[in-house]
């Protein structure tokens, strides 16, 4: 007769890779929250315009300022990371943006948003660095493809849930535009405290062992090393590969930034706003999360973990969706279907970070995260008034009837010069990409 395991008894493996999806879920469910303290805006700006009075290029700064502070948090916070796991930072992170976000709610000028929009900046960027070290230290190299493109594959239903938390305030609750900044970013409160509950930096601190699978860490300190916060700069800094990858994810995190802010103004400012048609922008973010989880398997099962080949044939794949959608006539039913490939193929950065890892060990991965994030958000936040300033500067004419049936000609914003701008971007990054070798 066989004899049974007792069920209450996992073995060691088994029970390993239970607490390894433990944390990649605990980290994916916090950070699906993350985006709705910092990708709302897009929403909020038509009622900004009106009841404050802000012009496109002010509103563009303020997401400027959101992404500056954004990418200096990167540098700081992914340094920081390194030496105290990122359980913590995640979870304080949430907390704070959660407050700063109501604090903007309470806005009454460009100054008063602007200041705590900026402080919200660094505040969400103890998120995504610090989530990555904690990943990476429970997952191996084989597996960092698949791992990274889940992680930002929850990233991008994060954006999806911004979307459309977003949608029910101003749409269903028929609310203002201060209740966006309010109401969605309870979720990223309740998230920041049950990852402080769930997760755990590394194995050891589960009983585990450390993994030990043969990475021989690229950049092994000497005997007399030292690791303090300038030699983890200085490890990261000196490895040209990783400022290339910052040089692609930068023009591409533009592109997508301009996506995200921009196609609701679109939206929103259209015939469009009729029958629901606003709905239609949520079709963006949804297929980012799909191309974040593609991109990551594709370039660990595909490419064999070539992962700047496939940033490069996503990105060229997205300048070309961005273009067809640009030409497609508004209310073409052809534009869903562009605007879900144009989130699909604009959203590799599963290949991105996880090149952080390849390139540099577990040692130093959340500092070359946060080195890669602070380019990806230094070049976005330059983006970002360019694009508000084109939308005014080029204007067209749009025919409006009023309720007399009296049709006049005004010139409108042209919000949808966004596509072939996020076209170009989109080729930039696919070029510098072939630099970029593991």
């Not at 030292?226 to 995190?253: E, H, K, M």
């Not at 009023?402 to 409108?412: H, K, N, P």
Request: glycine fraction near 10%.
């Amino acid at each position: 007769m066989l004899s049974r395991v007792d069920p209450a008894i996992a073995p060691p493996a088994r029970a390993f890779r239970r607490a390894q999806w433990r944390m990649l879920l605990a980290t994916m469910l916090c950070y699906l929250f993350y985006y709705t303290g910092r990708q709302t805006m897009g929403f909020a700006i038509p009622g900004m315009e009106a009841e404050l009075g802000l012009q496109k290029d002010q509103l563009g700064w303020l997401g400027t300022a959101l992404l500056w502070m954004y990418a200096l948090g990167q540098v700081i916070n992914g340094n920081l990371a390194d030496r105290l796991g990122g359980r913590r930072m995640m979870s304080f992170g949430a907390i704070v943006s959660c407050g700063l976000n109501w604090v903007v709610s309470a806005g009454m000028g460009f100054w008063s948003l602007l200041v705590p929009w900026s402080l919200n900046g660094y505040a969400q960027a103890m998120g995504w660095a610090p989530g990555c070290k904690l990943v990476s230290n429970w997952w191996s190299r084989d597996e960092r493809g698949r791992t990274f493109g889940l992680l930002v594959f929850a990233a991008g239903l994060a954006s999806v849930l911004s979307y459309v938390t977003s949608l029910l305030v101003i749409d269903v609750f028929q609310l203002d535009w201060r209740w966006i900044f309010r109401i969605p970013v309870l979720l990223m409160l309740m998230g920041g405290m049950a990852y402080y509950l769930i997760a755990r930096d590394t194995p050891a601190q589960l009983g585990f062992e450390e993994l030990d699978d043969a990475e021989s860490e690229l950049v092994a300190p000497s005997p007399t090393w030292v690791d303090s916060v300038w030699d983890r700069y200085r490890v990261v800094l000196s490895n040209w590969r990783i400022l290339v990858t910052g040089l692609a994810i930068g023009f591409q995190n533009s592109a997508r930034y301009g996506l995200l802010i921009w196609v609701p103004v679109h939206f929103l400012g259209t015939d469009y706003k009729q029958g629901g048609g606003r709905w239609i922008s949520i079709v963006l973010p949804i297929g980012m999360a799909f191309g974040a989880l593609c991109s990551g398997w594709i370039s660990d099962r595909l490419f064999g973990g070539r992962r700047g080949m496939v940033i490069s044939l996503f990105m060229l794949a997205a300048s070309g969706a961005a273009l067809g959608m640009y030409a497609l006539p508004p209310g073409s039913p052809w534009g869903v279907v562009a605007l879900f490939l144009c989130g699909f193929f604009a959203y590799p950065q599963a290949p991105f970070f996880a090149l952080a890892p390849d390139l540099l060990g577990r040692r130093y991965a959340a500092t070359g995260v946060g080195i890669i994030n602070t380019f990806a958000y230094a070049l976005a936040g330059l983006a970002e008034p360019f694009i508000g300033w084109m939308m005014e500067r080029f204007p067209v004419r749009q025919s409006v009837t009023d309720s007399a049936g009296v049709t006049t000609e005004i010139l409108m914003d042209n919000t949808a010069v966004v596509f072939p701008i996020v076209a170009g971007l989109c080729l930039a990054s696919a070029l510098v990409a072939q630099l970029i070798r593991r």
